[in-house]
């Protein structure tokens, strides 16, 4: 078989570069190959799934007419399994082979599941996927308790999710706060205090050491051990203690790889007409300015509609991203930016407004007058005028007094600078 | 590019292609012309509750309707900013459940509101601070040009002429 493009991977980064291909060649034979019979599903929403907030039908990232709509031959339910670069093709289970002119290699991250006694037992879940959260769902009948092991973006979610459901929810970070890759401390303790007060038990500097069977069923989930040697009973465990790019399939092959698939700007991989996206890939940081692993849902469609767009033979650049995350926990807004918690503060300049009684907390971090980092918390409207002037490298020097005022809109900004954003495009 | 008045009456969709030529629309601001009365952000509000009533909307409504228009003063000057429907889209690109889309047909940035989780990601990328959340918190607010009206209600009702109904070639 022979396509002109081929995609692996049916999540986001596919989607978002099926979408640039065809707006640039509208004919081209489209193959995408996807372990997931249901693709097109938002996995931020998860969380959303298992609360009952969402059902399947809801959570359609694009419609189910998308892959048809989009002249699009689907391969669902199905696992590519090796590529031969120099032949240019994709070998699939069952031995099957697509031959391709352009591959996009969009395969997506899996979570890190580190090797725990009793690891193995029923109960035990991570929650990244829809067959995960279908499992879940299936078990919060006859469950009461639960322990989720990580306290990052994943973790925090499916603690909210599953309390929602009336399960008597344990946060185990192994870190001294929950949320510390993206958040400061005193941020962190409000988000904390939010959760607490939903019914999420947090406990930090601590992790599992080993998980229990039940007593009546050794097979099955009956608690966990701390590393103190507590003992928490629970009929459920969530593992997400973080996620790691699936390069399995060009492991051993000549493709640059270091912990991700390392991309240029415009997506390409070290190989000619290969390209990589999402998170699988280590593509660019524009606040470090150089390539990294980000695995966020925003950047792997930015990162596959650039890849999809220089697949057609439209010249496209990836902008990059940074750490930016939205965050909504129990109707508490934060929005954080860049690096929040420097390692060497010395050079860095910090703006901080904290007011505790509203739950209002927002802080600046900035390095030779340019911000390279934020957190809004409570109030959260106007981040997108700071992700601007973090991402572009503006010098703030002449309105850093003004950016934490409530007044501080475009107006704030430099005439000069208000003049090009509203130019005619 | 050239910018054409509109033309009062003669409604056209917001995207449309004249000899290959894409027009589309946006509220542009004429800061030098902005008083900052906020009459544009009395108007949008109205425009966007349920009555469509001055009294009601303002005193009645349950979730209050919010207005996708915001003026900022900072004497002497004013600006009035909602959503630019810039051609890069970052919130739709960000956007983790698929409500925010480019519609092909009208050009515009469009949101789904039963397809919003109110997630915030848009707000953080939206480089003109032109998405808010809504009243009751729950989904997004922000811009649609008013689909019922001929020219949206800000453009129709700002006593100064500091705002403009463009269509821009491209």
């Not at chain 2, 303002?58 to 004497?75: G, I």
Request: with cysteine; hydrophobic share 40%; net charge negative.
């Amino acid at each position: 078989m022979m396509s002109k493009y081929v995609i692996i991977g049916g999540s986001v980064g596919g989607i978002g570069a099926v979408e640039a291909i065809r707006d640039v060649d509208p004919k081209g034979t489209l193959t995408v190959i996807s372990e997931e019979k249901v693709p097109h599903y938002s996995r931020p929403m998860i969380s959303e799934y298992v609360s009952r907030e969402a059902t399947l039908d809801t959570m359609k990232y694009r419609g189910d007419e998308f892959w048809k709509d989009n002249k699009v031959q689907t391969l669902t339910g199905r696992t590519a399994t090796k590529i031969d670069f120099k032949k240019k093709q994709v070998l699939l289970d069952g031995g099957d082979k697509i031959d391709y002119e352009k591959l996009l290699i969009a395969t997506g991250g899996k979570p890190f599941v580190p090797r725990m006694e009793g690891g193995d037992k029923e109960g035990v879940f991570t929650f990244t996927e829809l067959s995960s959260a279908e499992q879940i769902e299936s078990t919060l009948e006859q469950s009461k308790t639960a322990v989720v092991i990580g306290g990052g973006l994943i973790g925090v979610s499916a603690s909210g999710a599953l309390v929602k459901r009336g399960i008597k929810v344990t946060l185990v970070e192994l870190k001294d706060s929950i949320l510390n890759l993206i958040l400061d401390k005193t941020a962190s303790d409000m988000a904390e205090k939010v959760l607490t007060e939903a019914g999420v038990t947090v406990i930090t500097g601590q992790t599992v050491q080993r998980i229990l069977g039940k007593k009546d069923n050794e097979a099955a989930v009956g608690g966990v051990v701390m590393t103190d040697g507590t003992e928490i009973p629970c009929d459920l465990v969530i593992v997400a203690i973080g996620v790691i790019p699936r390069t399995d399939i060009v492991k051993e092959t000549d493709l640059k790889l270091n912990r991700g698939i390392i991309v240029d700007r415009s997506m390409r991989t070290s190989i000619p007409d290969v390209y990589a996206c999402g998170d699988v890939a280590e593509a660019h940081d524009f606040l470090i300015d150089g390539n990294r692993l980000l695995p966020l849902w925003p950047l792997a469609h930015l990162g596959g509609r650039v890849a999809g767009y220089n697949m057609a033979g439209k010249k496209a650049e990836y902008e990059g991203g940074t750490v930016m995350s939205s965050l909504k926990y129990f109707e508490l807004p934060i929005i954080a930016v860049g690096n929040v918690n420097p390692e060497d503060t010395s050079d860095i300049e910090v703006l901080v407004e904290l007011k505790p009684e509203k739950t209002v907390y927002k802080k600046i971090l900035l390095k030779d007058n340019k911000i390279v980092g934020f957190i809004f918390l409570g109030e959260i409207d106007k981040a997108g005028i700071l992700f601007r002037l973090l991402k572009n490298h503006v010098d703030v020097s002449t309105i850093k007094d003004s950016l934490l005022d409530e007044e501080f809109g475009i107006l704030t900004l430099p005439e000069q600078l208000r003049k090009e954003m509203f130019v005619v495009n | 590019m050239p910018v054409h008045a509109l033309s009062i009456g003669n409604r056209l969709p917001y995207a449309y292609n004249l000899c290959g030529v894409n027009i589309m629309k946006r509220v542009s601001i004429k800061e030098e012309a902005c008083i900052g009365c906020g009459l544009c952000q009395v108007y949008c509000t109205i425009e966007h509750s349920k009555s469509k009533d001055p009294i009601k909307a303002y005193l009645h409504e349950s979730p209050k309707p919010v207005s996708r228009v915001r003026v900022e003063t900072s004497k002497p000057n004013s600006i009035s900013i909602r959503c630019q429907q810039c051609k890069d889209t970052p919130c739709v690109n960000a956007c983790l459940t698929g409500a925010m889309t480019l519609d092909k047909e009208t050009g515009l940035v469009t949101h789904n509101p039963e397809k919003c989780i109110g997630c915030w990601t848009c707000i953080m990328v939206c480089p003109y601070g032109a998405i808010k959340p809504d009243s009751a918190g729950k989904i997004i607010a922000k811009c649609d040009l008013c689909p019922d009206r001929e020219v949206p209600a800000c453009v129709a009702n700002c006593p100064n002429e500091a705002l403009v109904l463009e269509e821009v070639e491209e």
